[in-house]
T-cell receptor
Framework: DQQVKQNSPSLSVQEGRISILNCDYT??????FLWYKKYPAEGPTFLIS?????DKNEDGRFTVFLNKSAKHLSLHIVPSQPGDSAVYFC??????????????FGQGTRLTINP | DVKVTQSSRYLVKRTGEKVFLECVQD?????MFWYRQDPGLGLRLIYF???????EKGDIPEGYSVSREKKERFSLILESASTNQTSMYLC???????????FGPGTRLTVT
């Protein structure tokens, strides 16, 4: 059963516009969320994260929003650039941080930025 | 900079062969993970280890085993490779008090 879902397999956005990637989760015990970016033939790299006690976190062009009541988070990229074309994974943390903690990943969304 | 390295970028094996995938991290991280990535399925956790000689099953451990004899090294073993184990395998590590996992470049394994 998929506890973290990214329902859009792909998204195409014009360069300079806003990209919005969505993620839904079912487990209310998740307490920390992360976004990873993955280029072909490379491992995922960490992008931005948010704790469940916050509803927004910003880092440059990237902002993550968390709506706990809806069990929904989104990643906003403004303005979108061609180098942002990649697969984006959302992940949720399960378990005690100083123990057997693991991440549960969504299926990924392929973002394409068109010039 | 954290560095996670994997022994091979590409590997082709025959059905029934025993396969070893090696992962080494250089940041003295306690926790290490093995995932496989398949189109439409995202990253699925195979096994993880939160200490030397400790291991925990992930979501899809069947057909795999792991070994962690030293803190920096985590090995994934396919006892008898099958075609449905053709996939991208990713290793990751994280520190004791950090949520963030650092990934290696991946090994694309093809089983024929």
């Amino acid at each position: 059963d998929q506890q973290v879902k990214q329902n859009s397999p792909s998204l195409s956005v014009q360069e300079g516009r806003i990209s919005i990637l969505n993620c839904d989760y079912t487990n209310s015990m998740f307490d920390y969320f992360l976004w990873y970016k993955k280029y072909p033939a490379e491992g995922p790299t960490f992008l931005i994260s948010i704790s469940s006690i916050k509803d927004k976190n910003e880092d440059g062009r990237f902002t993550v929003f968390l709506n706990k009541s809806a069990k929904h988070l989104s990643l906003h990229i403004v303005p979108s650039q061609p180098g942002d074309s990649a697969v984006y994974f959302c992940a949720a943390s399960e378990g005690p941080i100083q123990g057997a903690q693991k991440l549960v990943f969504g299926q990924g969304t392929r973002l394409t930025i068109n010039p | 900079d954290v560095k996670v390295t994997q022994s091979s970028r590409y590997l082709v094996k025959r059905t029934g062969e025993k396969v070893f995938l090696e992962c080494v991290q250089d940041m003295d991280h306690e926790n290490m993970f093995w995932y496989r990535q398949d189109p439409g399925l995202g990253l699925r956790l195979i096994y993880f280890s939160y200490d030397v000689k400790m291991k925990e099953k992930g979501d899809i451990p069947e057909g795999y085993s792991v070994s962690r004899e030293k803190k920096e090294r985590f090995s994934l073993i396919l006892e008898s490779a099958s075609t449905n184990q053709t996939s991208m395998y990713l290793c990751a590590s994280r520190g004791f008090s950090s949520y963030e996992q650092y990934f290696g470049p991946g090994t694309r394994l093809t089983v024929t």
